[in-house]
Nanobody, 124 residues
């Protein structure tokens, strides 16, 4: 079992930056592929970014390429989502997810563990 706790959400103006963190419990964090998803009001949950268990490989959805950066610190059991150049359409609840594996995953159904989510609001 892995428990995930997101933090760092809040209100930011368009063009600003925010960093989300996801802390995981347990001793096997380095064996998990990590991902971030988001869900805006009235919309389905969508993929944002994923990072391999070693941290050597990442992938982002097209709408955040060049703006969001995903990284991890396996010694601290934490994954970080650095979000720059925020846009109002980035407003959503952001969820951290984990699955045992090696390579990045982009589908929500591929993840086994989920955090409670953290609200991010971007004002125009």
């Amino acid at each position: 079992q892995v428990q995930l706790v997101e933090s760092g959400g809040g209100l930011v103006q368009a063009g600003g930056s925010l960093r989300l963190s996801c802390a995981a419990s347990g001793r096997t964090f380095s064996t998990y592929v990590m991902g971030w998803f988001r869900q805006a009001p009235g919309k389905e949950r969508e993929f944002v970014a994923s990072i391999s268990r070693s941290g050597s490989s990442t992938t982002n959805t097209d709408s955040v390429k060049g703006r969001f950066t995903l990284s991890r610190d396996n010694a601290k059991n934490t994954v970080f989502l650095q979000m720059n150049s925020r846009k109002p359409e980035d407003t959503a609840v952001y969820y951290c997810a984990a699955v045992s594996g090696i390579t990045v995953r982009v589908a929500a159904r591929q993840y086994d563990y989920w955090g409670q989510g953290t609200q991010v609001t971007v004002s125009s």
